[in-house]
């Protein structure tokens, strides 16, 4: 998921961007893919089949769904780890701001900017900048205090609340994760523009899928002691 994110990314850019660059793009929306991931892992008939066959044998459906949720979530610690110890791994997608890049001159018709380098022409054609890549450097500034390690967080606990909570799915009403989920990713999104504008600390944007995991992880704590006490 994550990778068809990334070629997703890549199809639908202004073009001459680094690769690297659409990865890193991509990377505040991974606990959504590992969400979808493990979706798609639980679903199908086969899938059903098996669950219902388990089920019978007295399997719990949360132990059924537990090996999807925490293979997904994996994929999305270990981008956290990459995140998190690697520094030339952007990050500035997860605090998107715009900033003044430069005045335009106009000289024989055309528009150029000065620190971009793009031009616009009389018809309102747009060339792309000489050096692919240096469009970045024009909207992107400093990261917010403890912004990579807030990046990090993210990705880590809201992959693991967002796979945890779809696990939860085969034995509860849908809408009611689906819900959660949704106003998780709204929540995170806010407190992501607000620390780039100085409005939130960076290390407030982990708090909605915390809250998220440990709303998640006391559900499953609750199930599994009403089973016993069963």
């Given amino acids: 998921m994550v990778l068809l994110a990334v070629l997703l990314t890549a199809a639908t850019d202004e073009g001459g961007v680094r690769w690297d660059e659409r990865i890193a793009r991509v990377l505040p929306i991974v606990p959504i893919c590992v969400a979808l991931a493990a979706a798609l892992t639980l679903a199908g008939p086969r899938r059903r089949v098996e669950t219902f066959a388990l089920e019978a044998l007295g399997r719990s459906p949360l132990a ?27 990050v500035h997608a997860f605090f998107p701001t715009l900033h003044a890049s430069g005045p335009y001159v106009f000289d024989g018709g055309v528009f150029t900017n000065v620190a971009t380098g793009w031009r616009v022409s009389e018809d309102g054609t747009l060339s792309l900048p000489p050096a692919p890549g240096s469009i970045v450097a024009g909207f992107t500034a400093g990261l917010p205090p403890h912004g990579r390690l807030a990046a990090a967080l993210v990705i880590a606990l809201g992959s693991a609340a967002f796979a945890l909570t779809v696990a939860q799915l085969p034995r509860t009403r849908r809408m009611g994760p689906l819900a959660l989920l949704l106003a998780t990713a709204a929540l995170t999104t806010f407190c992501l523009q607000a620390a780039a504008t100085g409005r939130l600390p960076a290390l407030a944007t982990p708090v909605p899928s915390t809250m998220l995991l440990l709303g998640t992880a006391w559900a499953i704590v609750r199930v599994r002691w009403d089973s016993t006490r069963r």
């Fill in 64 to 90: 059924n769904a537990a090996g999807a949720a925490v293979g997904a979530g994996l994929v999305g610690l270990g981008l956290a780890l990459l995140v998190l110890l690697d520094p030339g791994v952007s």
